[in-house]
T-cell receptor
Framework: GAGVSQSPRYKVAKRGQDVALRCDPI?????LFWYQQALGQGPEFLTY????????KSGLPSDRFFAERPEGSVSTLKIQRTQQEDSAVYLC??????????????FGPGTRLLVL | AQSVSQHNHHVILSEAASLELGCNYS??????LFWYVQYPGQHLQLLLK??????LVKGIKGFEAEFIKSKFSFNLRKPSVQWSDTAEYFC????????????FGSGTRLSIRP
């Protein structure tokens, strides 16, 4: 079956531009997570949705980062006024139920963002 | 600060060798523990997890991990590695106080010589 998909797979942005990254979770999955993975590091938690509700956004690094999931399926991570330190792979994961981390997360391929 | 440490950045082994990857964390309370794996060209996937009960947990592909609370450790082991185990391995911890946040280590790259 279809897994988690993300688009675009690669994005090059000039410093100061706004970008939008899309995540299509596995159909029917209630929970959705966003992570940021810098080069040579492990993923860092950004935010968590349960259906359309954003229950945890404690990992968003600044107010330039904004995530939404308006209909409880597709999610968009938006980064305003991109900076070079935003260069990273952005991973999306979904899980079937609403048990948070106790549910198995299925990861997408990631979007590699390069800010010049 | 809360953290997860994976002391080995790159491990190189021959096939059939035994494997142990170290993981230590710095949380004092209840934790949930994970190992994730990313094979070349593939997505990150769950290898095994520990929530409670028997501190020795078994995962896919013959991997196991042991939770030692007194040492704040959750080391990953496999008695005999195969070339197909070449991958990056991430230890991760969920502080029990959070339902959603997972803190990942920086990863260990495992290379298996055929």
């Amino acid at each position: 079956g279809a897994g988690v998909s993300q688009s675009p797979r690669y994005k090059v942005a000039k410093r100061g531009q706004d970008v939008a990254l899309r995540c299509d979770p596995i159909s029917g999955h209630v929970s959705l997570f966003w992570y940021q993975q810098a080069l040579g590091q492990g993923p860092e938690f950004l935010t968590y949705f349960q259906n359309e509700a954003q229950l945890d956004k404690s990992g968003l690094p600044s107010d330039r980062f904004f995530a939404e999931r308006p209909e409880g399926s597709v999610s968009t991570l938006k980064i305003q006024r991109t900076q070079q330190e935003d260069s990273a792979v952005y991973l999306c994961a979904s899980s079937l139920e609403s048990g948070g981390v106790r549910e198995t997360q299925y990861f997408g391929p990631g979007t590699r963002l390069l800010v010049l | 600060a809360q953290s997860v440490s994976q002391h080995n950045h790159h491990v190189i082994l021959s096939e059939a060798a035994s494997l142990e990857l170290g993981c230590n964390y710095s949380y004092g309370g209840t934790v949930n523990l994970f190992w994730y794996v990313q094979y070349p060209g593939q997505h990150l996937q769950l290898l095994l997890k520990y929530f409670s009960g028997d501190p020795l947990v078994k995962g896919i592909k013959g991997f196991e991990a042991e939770f030692i609370k007194s040492k704040f450790s959750f080391n990953l082991r496999k008695p005999s590695v195969q070339w197909s185990d070449t991958a990056e391995y991430f230890c991760a911890v969920n502080p029990g106080s959070s339902a959603s946040k997972i803190i990942f280590g920086s990863g260990t790259r495992l290379s298996i010589r055929p």
